[in-house]
T-cell receptor, first 109, second 113 residues
């Protein structure tokens, strides 16, 4: 089975940096994904890590440590439009992505 | 290249009726996944299909729920004899291969009255 944990809620202010953590326990690990989901909309892909280290893509970066079963999503220069749910998902061989319950981020001015 | 298309976007059914949710994957994608999402909750995996085959249905209730992905046409998630607890958003996603990035449709919001 799998166990994926991430904080339920986080708050931050415009222009700040926020780090959303995700820990997982799984077998047959094939990679870790981060998705963004605005209320009432479909999840959209943000990042993918399969090797240890940091992947940077504009204001968003994602980090993975396979030995620790740990990832984080880093959002810089926060904007109001970044208010959304951020979903951590683990890929295993032979099955679909398994998602954590998501972290709801609220950005205030 | 159209994205993942789901229809209908909204579906209202009375208790005991059948609900059919359709999903057309992105062009070139042969892997389809169905998820259910309740308000304020994450995406719960239901079933993973490849053309004409069910790869993993471990997340799908044993009764009343079924899924198919025929050689021609969209994938169908079928819920028989719906109950109020089936009310949720059902998302379909597709990918070109296993473990690749999954692209999501806009979802079908099922309401059982």
């Amino acid at each position: 089975g799998q166990n994926i944990d991430q904080p339920t809620e986080m708050t931050a202010t415009e222009g700040a940096i926020v780090q959303i953590n995700c820990t997982y326990q799984t077998s047959g690990f094939n990679g870790l994904f981060w998705y963004q989901q605005h209320a009432g909309e479909a999840p959209t892909f943000l990042s993918y890590n399969v090797l240890d280290g940091l992947e940077e893509k504009g204001r968003f970066s994602s980090f993975l440590s396979r030995s620790k079963g740990y990832s984080y999503l880093l959002l810089k220069e926060l904007q109001m439009k970044d208010s959304a749910s951020y979903l951590c998902a683990v890929s295993q061989a032979g099955t679909a992505l398994i998602f954590g319950k998501g972290t709801t981020l609220s950005v205030s001015s | 290249n159209a994205g993942v298309m789901q229809n209908p976007r909204h579906l209202v059914r009375r208790r005991g009726q059948e609900a059919r949710l359709r999903c057309s994957p992105m062009k070139g994608h042969s892997h389809v996944y169905w998820y259910r999402q309740l308000p304020e909750e994450g995406l719960k995996f239901m079933v993973y299909l490849q053309k004409e085959n069910i790869i993993d249905e471990s997340g799908m209730p044993k009764e009343r729920f079924s899924a198919e992905f025929p050689k021609e046409g969209p994938s169908i998630l079928r819920i028989q004899q719906v109950v109020r607890g089936d009310s949720a958003a059902y998302f379909c996603a597709s990918s070109p291969r296993e473990s690749a990035e999954a692209f999501f449709g806009q979802g079908t919001r099922l309401t059982v009255v």
